[in-house]
């Protein structure tokens, strides 16, 4: 498999050293041995992991360059998509913000294993994190819909950084949706990358610039966000 996945990586001209790839069979593994006790991803044959979490989350590098950004992953689950850009990147300074306690101490236990270096680990809901227009860059990968999305995640984003909402092909209806909101919020859509992983599952990274400041009312609750987009 590290064979395969090097010339995976090679591919997105990323670095694949022994250390890196150690470092990925390390996390499938743990991965797998927490996964028998709580439920983290459904995906579980070696060959899949690697595609559809491990090379995904790092096909991010198709929007963004990364050396030493701040990065806010927003609704990481299991990780991804910044503990696998961390292993490549280890430059840069991530910060996880999950809802869920179990998920925030499986991550915790993954850093010990991975021993990829700081990386700030944070248990609550999204919407009441307080450093907001601060990230250089923040991302979510499958968490909802756009026009709910962009007001969870595009405030935290400051002037002149990016929100990149990796998302499956065909989600021109909800960028539509979103238009307003990502407007409001003080963004700009700057472009769209589409790409395939493993011949047929396609994907789209949509790259939103921030344009100025967004406003200190927002994100609001969940409750409204989802009973009233913008």
């Not at 090097?6 to 996390?27: M, S, T, V």
């Not at 065909?170 to 700057?190: C, M, N, T, V």
Request: proline share 4%.
């Amino acid at each position: 498999m590290n064979r395969e996945f090097a010339g995976k990586l090679a591919q997105l001209n990323l670095p694949h050293d022994d250390g890196i790839l150690e470092k990925f069979d390390r996390y499938y593994r743990f991965l797998m041995q927490e996964n028998q006790v709580m439920n983290l991803t459904a995906i579980t044959s070696e060959p899949e992991v690697y595609v559809k979490h491990f090379l995904d989350s790092l096909s991010l590098t198709k929007a963004v360059e990364l050396n030493t950004q701040t990065l806010l992953d927003v609704g990481s689950g299991a990780g991804f998509p910044s503990l696998p850009l961390k292993i490549v990147f280890p430059g840069i300074k991530v910060t996880i913000v999950d809802s869920l306690g179990k998920r925030i101490r499986f991550m915790e236990k993954l850093l010990e294993v991975l021993e990829t270096g700081s990386i700030e680990l944070v248990n609550q809901r999204i919407e009441d994190l307080e450093t907001k227009n601060h990230f250089d860059i923040v991302t979510a990968r499958a968490v909802a819909r756009m026009n709910i999305l962009v007001e969870l995640c595009l405030p935290f984003v400051k002037p002149g950084g990016v929100f990149v909402a990796m998302k499956t092909y065909g989600s021109d209806a909800e960028i539509e949706e979103a238009a307003k909101a990502i407007s409001l919020l003080g963004g700009k859509i700057e472009k769209k990358i589409d790409y395939v992983l493993d011949g047929d599952n396609h994907h789209v990274l949509i790259v939103i610039r921030k344009t100025r400041m967004t406003d200190s009312m927002y994100p609001r609750s969940y409750a409204k966000i989802k009973k009233k987009p913008l």
